[in-house]
């Protein structure tokens, strides 16, 4: 009986394959990477605009890193307070410390919040981003259709017209900008019914770089 011999395959044969997995590999966890939890905080909050008069905002970032919320206390557009109190607009100053070797960009925000609404009418909560310095506004918008009587909560991905999110600069910490705005037609929309608040919550998407 003839047997075969096949030759051994080369080790050297196969490094190509390896370094190419580890390449993916490190790639795909590099996209994934984010600062360790308790490094990323909030060095200064200020914020501007008939939305949010002083004393009525505050801030916070979870100790995971990856979201910021947002909270108001006197954020109202309504028909009651004749036309000026149907448009409110806040604007939102973040300094956020992070370690070097990461950027980042905003995913989604989640709204909380009441609205009483009549019918055939709609309210509206549009929130835009943009990091100081680098080009580019990414916004997010959510229309309430009435008739409507409620706390809400949605949640909004953020987009631009070019598909281009603005990142931060690697290794450059720059002020985070949020502008929201809040529309009523014929109701309003507010803080929610068990605390008062209307509060933005936005997720943070981090990279190594």
């Known amino acids: 009986m003839v047997q ?5 395959v080369s ?4 490094m190509p394959f390896l370094l190419l997995l580890a390449f993916l590999t490190s790639a795909i966890h590099g996209q994934a990477a984010s600062p360790e939890v308790g490094t990323v905080q909030i060095l200064g909050f200020k914020y501007a605009g008939d939305g949010c008069p002083p004393g009525s905002a505050e801030g916070e970032v979870s100790d995971d890193g990856h979201a910021i919320t947002v909270m108001f206390s006197r954020y109202t557009a309504s028909t009651d307070a004749g036309l000026d109190g149907r448009r409110k607009t806040c604007t939102v100053t973040v300094n956020l410390s992070y370690p070097p070797g990461f950027r980042f960009h905003l995913g989604t925000v989640t709204t909380r919040g009441y609205a009483k609404l009549d019918a055939g009418v709609t309210a509206t909560a549009q929130t835009s981003y943009y990091i100081a310095g680098e080009p580019g506004t990414a916004r997010a918008k959510h229309v309430i259709d009435g008739p409507f009587d409620g706390d809400f909560e ?4 953020f987009t631009d017209e070019f598909n281009v ?3 931060s600069k690697c290794n450059v910490i720059r002020d985070l900008n949020l502008r929201s705005e809040l529309r009523a037609g014929a ?3 507010t803080g929610r019914s068990d605390d008062l608040r209307l509060t933005q919550e936005f997720s943070i998407i981090w990279e190594s770089c």
């Open 4 to 8: 075969r011999r096949f030759p051994p």
């Open 11 to 14: 080790s050297v044969a196969t």
């Open 154 to 157: 949605f949640t909004d991905e």
């Open 165 to 167: 999110l603005p990142y």
């Open 187 to 189: 109701g309003l929309i």
